[in-house]
């Protein structure tokens, strides 16, 4: 029997639903479509989220994965009241840590914390859209801010949300955000202010 | 351009998401709601079903086996045949060899490889 908020197509069995908790509770109850339907509106933003933290795309691919694969796992646990999309968020961005501290771990190397500094003139060019300019400009944040800015990004002034994601404080989040904020603004402001050529100096 | 917070904020809610790579979804189902677990549940079903008839089998030949009057004797010519072996030099290098390998490969440690989940990756 379908639940309410689930609409249950008789004619074609097919799933039509709006609401996350309601895939959620029809993937408990064996709907494999419904999972298909949660990865299909999340997909890209955990793999942004995963992109922006890691800043490899190989390594936000299979966080995203590992991210939705514990999701499935852990989707007994799922609270109703909760909302998916800070609870995978969640996920993804532990498991993101987990990559970063593996990272640190076996890596001689120290974690790049900025952007390339000398980037080559087809990067200059690249970068010569806002776009561009303003993905360069977040890679090149420190960890804590560039999360908390793609979150931002990805659910909106919902700092409480964002808060839960990362487990901290509210106060902190909007001081992080600000903190982001500041050296977005100044890092584009130089920017600006630089010349065409002497941006593709060393 | 003056980038004042609103600003900021404008450029961050304009900025367009990136593309994920194209077989994220299909990898994502089909380490999830498509991992094969009934398939594997099928396998052990007739794992069990192979080691039930295995049980079974070596039963019988047990019981062939000492309902044969020179059971005994026979088994003690085999345990003297392999009694025998250890008192070969040749044998008794080869098992000291062996051991030793052995014991060099349990001492060996190893990097702990990453964790990685991939599926369907060339």
Redesign the interface.
């Known amino acids: 029997m379908a639940r309410p908020g689930m609409r249950l197509s008789a004619r074609t069995g097919t799933l039509e639903v709006n609401d996350d908790a309601t895939l959620v509770a029809a993937t408990l109850a064996g709907r494999s479509e419904a999972f298909g339907m949660l990865v299909e509106r999340y997909e890209r933003a955990v793999y942004n989220l995963c992109l922006r933290t890691l800043r490899d795309a190989e390594e936000a691919k299979d966080a995203s994965q590992e991210a939705f694969l514990k999701a499935f796992r852990g989707l007994k646990t799922f609270r109703p009241g909760a909302k998916f999309s800070t609870w995978i968020f969640s996920i993804a961005y532990h498991a993101c840590c987990d990559r970063l501290g593996r990272r640190k771990r076996y890596s001689d190397a120290e974690l790049p914390e900025l952007a390339d500094p000398n980037p080559g003139p087809a990067l200059v060019a690249e970068r010569r859209d806002e776009a561009s300019a303003l993905r360069a400009a977040i890679d090149a944040l420190p960890e804590k801010y560039r999360t908390v800015i793609t979150l931002y990004h990805l659910q909106g002034h919902q700092y409480e949300e964002i808060a839960r994601v990362l487990d901290l404080p509210i106060g902190t989040v909007k001081t992080h955000l600000f903190r982001a904020k500041e050296q977005l603004r100044r890092q584009l402001a130089h920017r600006d202010d630089a010349p065409a050529g002497e941006a593709g100096r060393a | 351009?003056?980038?004042?917070?609103d600003e900021?904020?404008r450029?961050?809610?304009?900025?367009?998401?990136?593309?994920?790579?194209k077989d994220?979804?299909q990898?994502?189902?089909a380490?999830?709601?498509?991992a094969p677990s009934e398939a594997e549940n099928r396998a052990g079903l007739w794992e069990a079903i192979a080691a039930g008839f295995s049980l079974a089998l070596a039963a019988v030949l047990a019981w062939t086996v000492f309902r044969n009057p020179a059971f005994g004797a026979q088994i003690v010519a085999a345990f003297t045949l392999f009694g025998r072996g250890f008192a070969d030099q040749a044998t008794l290098a080869a098992l000291t060899a062996g051991c030793s390998a052995v014991a060099w490969v349990s001492l060996m440690t190893f990097?702990p490889a990453?964790?990685?989940?991939?599926?369907g990756r060339s």
Do not use: C, G, K, Q
């Not at chain 2, 450029?11 to 790579?21: G, H, T």
């Not at chain 2, 380490?31 to 498509?34: N, Q, R």
């Not at chain 2, 990453?114 to 599926?119: A, D, G, H, Q």
């Open positions: 351009m003056n980038h004042e917070y900021i904020d450029a961050l809610f304009a900025l367009p998401l990136e593309d994920p790579p994220l979804h990898s994502i189902l380490l999830t709601v498509y990097r990453r964790v990685e989940v991939r599926s």
